[in-house]
């Protein structure tokens, strides 16, 4: 399987080397050149498998350059109990005969990041050694919030890496933050970016983009690349959860097999729903694809008129790891929509960095309408959810989980469609208690980690063992920049 970027098909490259890069020297995303078809008799062979298998048969039919027997050991490495709290991984919740929520935050940061990002590093270490490459790799991350723990979490003190991750300056939950600077392992760096999200991976872009600074960095032993979900290696785990999510309710006996599923994403940077449009493009059997945002609503409003525009008010959220407003992986659906017409794809883009909106062809806006329902919910509307969920079903939801419900909610309400439904939780609600012991009545005293006891004490709902351990740790990192300066703090940083 060979990977080509979204601007340019003539660059191609083997799926280590994809891995390797993270992002395509012309800006542009790394993109399979043909999308895998599975059908029944390959979902009906992990029905009964344990996740890290499901894992290794999937990402094997894209990684053509790793062996099953690779795949599946990374799997047990990222997978096992030391990492996750439950043998399951990624369990799905029955709330009701006809609505599932999917958990994604069992993992050692309490994020869905955990499930890319636990694979991620061994993946680029194998592609190292793959591709011969004797450089140590710098890895930029721009992160709203979860990405950047857990990429420091995956790739702490692993051999031939440093990772130096940016995150918005006031713009994360205190106890995102303190999982950020407290964290350990003698190559990571972390850095408070004055401005947002956008601009915190408009910065990690322009570095990757910029010719001097590579070659200054490749003097001194270093090449860059990303965990952001602009690198491959990011994506295609992810492909994994809704495939194994399926298999669960086929299993459980809540759908028969070839029965429809729809999934409700929370989105922000568009990752998490491009990797279950690519699932469904593979052949898994789903309906519609219905994307929640926000009161940063830049993709409903996407969704429903082809129009991407980003030139409007930024918010900053109770569920912030959704507070963006240049989604990059839409790049890679824009692609795949236009029949992979790079030439078009690089237009939008251009488009997008000169004026701050593009406008799509009549034959992707069709295509969009038939793929996906787009929502948003704001923040009266996020409370009421989590206070619902947690009065009426006694569920404890965080934030974005509560997003995804409520506009899950919307699009039944708007459409009548009965469907079987999976939500998706990305966080534990223990990332978010201020909000989460607001929301259900109760007034928190602070807003940091002092308040895990008491959402433990009102919910009795277990804290989740990593989260507990942040109490009284030390914090490493106090880095402010600006925008502009994010290339010295990685020279420095490389020093």
Same mark, same amino acid.
């Given at each position: 399987m060979k990977y080509y970027s979204t601007r340019d098909k003539a660059v191609r490259m083997e799926s280590a080397e994809a891995i390797k890069m993270g992002l395509s020297r012309d800006g542009g995303l790394l993109t399979p050149e043909s999308i895998p078809q599975i059908d029944e008799a390959f979902l009906n062979s992990l029905v009964n498998a344990r996740y890290q298998e499901r894992a290794a048969k999937v990402m094997g039919l894209y990684l053509t350059d790793y062996t099953y027997e690779e795949l599946l050991g990374f799997a047990e490495n990222a997978y096992g109990p030391d990492k996750f709290d439950t043998d399951a991984v990624a369990p799905v919740r029955k709330v009701d005969g006809t609505t599932h929520c999917l958990e994604l935050w069992h993992g050692p940061t309490s994020a869905f990041k955990d499930m890319a990002l636990q694979m991620l590093p061994q993946l680029l270490s194998a592609a190292l050694r793959k591709t011969g490459e004797e450089k140590t790799v710098c890895i930029l991350v721009a992160t709203s919030g979860d990405t950047g723990k857990a990429a420091m979490e995956g790739f702490a003190d692993v051999p031939q890496t440093k990772i130096m991750v940016f995150y918005p300056k006031d713009g994360v939950s205190k106890v995102q933050e303190t999982q950020m600077v407290t964290q350990d392992g003698a190559n990571v760096g972390v850095c408070a970016v004055v401005g947002n999200f956008d601009d915190a991976q408009a910065g990690v872009k322009r570095i990757f983009s910029d010719e001097k600074m590579r070659a200054t960095l490749a003097e001194r032993g270093y090449f860059l690349s990303s965990a952001n979900s602009i690198n491959w290696g990011r994506i295609l785990p992810q492909v994994v959860y809704y495939i194994s999510a399926y298999c669960d309710l086929v299993r459980d006996g809540e759908i028969k097999m070839g029965g429809k599923v729809n999934f409700c994403v929370p989105t922000g940077n568009f990752g998490d729903i491009l990797a279950a449009y690519y699932a469904k493009r593979m052949g898994l059997p789903v309906g519609k694809l219905i994307c929640a945002s926000n009161c940063n609503d830049v993709l409903t409003d996407f969704l429903r008129t082809g129009v991407y525009d980003r030139n409007r008010p930024f918010h900053t959220t109770m569920s912030p790891s959704m507070d963006i407003l240049v989604s990059s992986n839409l790049e890679r659906l824009l692609f795949d929509l236009s029949g992979e017409n790079d030439a078009e794809v690089k237009?939008?883009?251009?488009?997008?960095?000169?004026? $701050?909106?593009?406008?799509?062809?009549?034959?992707?806006?069709?295509?969009?309408?038939?793929?996906?329902?787009?929502?948003?919910?704001?923040?009266?509307?996020?409370?009421?959810?989590?206070?619902?969920?947690?009065?009426?079903?006694?569920?404890?939801?965080?934030?974005?989980?509560?997003?995804?419900?409520?506009?899950?909610?919307?699009?039944?309400?708007?459409?009548?469609?009965?469907?079987?439904?999976?939500?998706?939780?990305?966080?534990?609600?223990?990332?978010?208690?201020?909000?989460?012991?607001?929301?259900?009545?109760?007034?928190?005293?602070?807003?940091?980690?002092?308040?895990?006891?008491?959402?433990?004490?009102?919910?009795?709902?277990?804290?989740?063992?990593?989260?507990?351990?942040?109490? $009284?740790?030390?914090?490493?990192?106090?880095?402010?920049?600006?925008?502009?300066?994010?290339?010295?703090?990685?020279?420095?940083?490389?020093?």
């Open positions: 237009g939008y883009m251009e488009t997008l960095a000169k004026d $701050g909106r593009y406008e799509v062809s009549d034959a992707i806006k069709t295509a969009l309408k038939e793929q996906y329902w787009g929502g948003f919910c704001d923040e009266d509307g996020t409370a009421a959810t989590i206070a619902e969920y947690y009065k009426e079903q006694g569920y404890l939801i965080d934030t974005h989980t509560a997003v995804a419900a409520n506009v899950m909610e919307q699009y039944r309400k708007a459409t009548g469609d009965e469907t079987v439904t999976v939500f998706v939780s990305t966080a534990s609600p223990y990332k978010f208690c201020n909000h989460v012991l607001t929301a259900i009545g109760e007034t928190p005293a602070g807003d940091g980690v002092e308040l895990l006891d008491h959402l433990n004490s009102v919910s009795g709902v277990t804290v989740p063992r990593r989260l507990a351990a942040l109490k $009284g740790k030390q914090r490493r990192f106090d880095m402010t920049a600006e925008k502009q300066d994010m290339d010295n703090v990685v020279l420095d940083f490389l020093k």
